[in-house]
């Protein structure tokens, strides 16, 4: 058996992490005797610049008959923040509707975290973003004072939407933003957000600001309501998101499964991370159950390491082991995550985030032996 695995390695230190990324999975693959084959795309910053392209529609084309894609980081700051961001990261998102952005925040034994009094019984739930809509869909512009107006679509596998807004301002200027959500595209992440919480701790917990974006969040949280109305044996919570920061610090152990729309679902996930022992060690999955899911840290490119072979890349290979349990090899999975934690247990050869002076290979390397090794 052999998986074809089309890998992005991307920018910054993107191309190290998947490096080792690559060894760990590789190993495991070997030990549970199947193969994968990986093939490279290399778009990103060195791309565009060579070409002026993003991602073409051949590529999305080409890729779409993958079930997963292995993604390092996407960013460079030699190309405007947004342009690469949106038009590869958040273009791949949008084009293999990837709805579920599925974040762990779990803390291993032998990390520390800036949390007093909490250890790894405390810190271990998983953030379910929204990653299709809200805020992220790119329905914005600028106008300038007097009458313009701007057309928007909005082309989808789900639904298709078209805006046309007239705006007639006396402003200097004005820079404005529309956020969405659908019923459908809200009710999908949320179902799979009860699935998840059913098959753990039977709790889920929405994230919202319902109580000021009514129109949108308030929409959020009555197909919450509904959906909840299928899963009785779930408890639920909602939380305003300003209050959750607050909660993630204070009691993490209230957590079992979160759900956010899509921005607010960013901005916990950072914070997530850190309770979790830093961006270095917080993977991430953008998932279609049905279609193409991509794999990826939920760090960025890191510009100021790149190539200097400093960087840690557990999140890289946590990632990988979310890839291997999607491809249903849940063993080979369970035996990369037993290595990260090994080789966080032992302490010994880490990274400079987490204290040590090893290198992103030597850390790969490790991981690698340690799961030949188990
Ligand atoms: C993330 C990142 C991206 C996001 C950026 C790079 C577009 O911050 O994956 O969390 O906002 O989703
Ligand atoms: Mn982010």
């Known amino acids: 058996m052999k998986y074809k695995v089309p890998v992005i ?14 060894k760990v999975l590789e190993a495991a693959a070997e030990k549970h005797g199947f193969g994968i084959e990986w093939t490279e795309y290399l778009l990103g910053a060195e791309h565009y610049l060579k070409t002026g392209e993003l991602v073409s529609e051949e590529t999305l084309k080409e890729l779409s008959a993958y079930q997963a894609i292995y993604l390092g980081a996407i960013g460079d700051p030699r190309v405007k923040p947004g342009i690469l961001e949106k038009g590869v990261l958040l273009a791949m998102r949008f084009y293999f509707d990837q709805y579920i952005n599925l974040r762990p925040v ?25 990653n299709t809509e809200d805020l992220y869909m790119g329905l914005g512009g600028r106008a300038s004072s007097g009458h313009s107006r701007k057309e928007f679509e909005v082309v989808r596998a789900l639904y298709k939407v078209k805006f046309g807004l007239d705006v007639d301002s006396d402003s200097d200027e004005i820079g404005y933003q529309l956020g969405m959500v659908s019923r459908e595209g809200t009710e999908r992440v949320i179902k799979y957000a009860f699935d998840l ?18 129109d949108i969040y308030g929409f959020w949280r009555e197909i919450f309501e509904e959906v909840s109305s299928n899963y009785p044996q779930v ?15 204070k009691n993490p152990e209230w957590f079992d499964v979160v759900v956010a729309p899509n921005m607010f679902g960013d901005i916990i996930t950072d914070l997530g991370a850190m309770i979790q022992g830093g961006l270095g060690l917080a993977p991430g999955a953008n998932l279609n159950p049905q279609g193409t899911s991509m794999f990826e840290p939920i760090h960025g490119s890191a510009p100021k390491y790149k190539g200097m072979n400093k960087i840690n890349p557990i999140a890289t290979i946590w990632s990988g082991a979310l890839l291997l349990e999607h491809l249903g090899q849940r063993d080979a999975a369970r035996d990369v995550v037993l290595a990260i934690e090994q080789n966080l247990r032992e302490g010994k050869v880490r990274t400079y985030d987490l204290g040590g002076s090893s290198t992103t290979s030597e850390v790969g390397d490790d991981i690698a032996r340690l799961v030949r090794s188990l």
């Open 106 to 130: 779990k803390l291993l034994e032998g990390v520390w975290t800036p949390l007093k009094d909490k250890g790894p019984a405390e810190i271990d739930f998983v953030v379910v973003r929204e």
């Open 235 to 249: 408890k639920t919570d909602f939380n305003f998101v300003d209050a959750i920061t607050m909660w993630f610090v």
């Open 9 to 22: 390695p991307g920018d910054g230190i993107g191309p190290e992490i998947i490096a080792e990324g690559e």
């Open 197 to 214: 919480a059913m098959a753990r701790d039977k709790h889920l917990s929405s994230v919202d600001k319902a109580n000021v974006l009514s």
